[in-house]
């Protein structure tokens, strides 16, 4: 492998570990939350791939780091970019599910179970008392991917009269329309 370093010209041996330290990060940042949504063997195939990378990285520049600032720059940039794209893709792959907990007065509590109810949504609903009137508290658990779009829809529903809070689920059973 350092005969091959060593024969391309410094600046592809620069972009050459970046994009290898970007792919490693990334695959790191994923494996990290296979490894809190519970896949570990999926979050080990990653580990192994993150780490074959690692060490053909570590091994090509650990001697030459120090003295080569551009190199550096190189590797700290394909880390930062790596951590960037690694968590911008598990956003949109959005493993796991959400526990939305809304607190709605009592007319935007009907304008949302409505809603929930015409778009086959399992839903629980608690009354309560707020700071001034009387609230409601409505939980929602669905899939993650699909939270963005329910939140949207129910804040249109009801004039954005809602408050609201998103919270990952690492483990559930039963409910309405949960299947686990």
């Not at 290898?20 to 570990?40: D, N, P, Y």
């Not at 053909?56 to 700290?76: A, E, H, K, R, W």
Request: aromatic share 8%.
């Amino acid at each position: 492998m350092s005969e091959l370093l060593a024969s391309l010209p410094p600046i592809a041996v620069c972009f050459l570990v970046c994009t290898a330290k970007i792919v490693e990060i990334t695959i790191q940042s994923l494996k990290t939350c296979r490894m809190v949504k519970g896949q570990r063997a999926k979050a080990a195939m990653l580990g192994f791939a993150e780490c074959m990378i690692w060490g053909l990285v570590v091994s090509t520049i650990i001697g030459t780091l120090g003295d080569n600032y551009v190199l550096l720059i190189f590797y700290c940039f394909g880390y930062a970019t790596g951590l960037f794209l690694g968590s911008t893709l598990e956003s949109k792959i959005a493993i796991g599910t959400s526990n939305l907990e809304l607190i709605a007065n009592d007319e935007s509590t009907e304008n949302i179970t409505t809603y929930l109810k015409e778009h086959n949504r399992g839903y629980t609903v608690f009354g309560g008392r707020g700071s001034v009137d009387k609230m409601n508290m409505i939980f929602i658990v669905l899939p993650r991917k699909e939270a963005p779009k329910v939140l949207k829809e129910i804040r249109a529903c009801c004039d954005n009269k809602v408050f609201v809070a998103v919270s990952e689920v690492s483990k559930y059973a039963g409910g309405y329309g949960m299947v686990k």
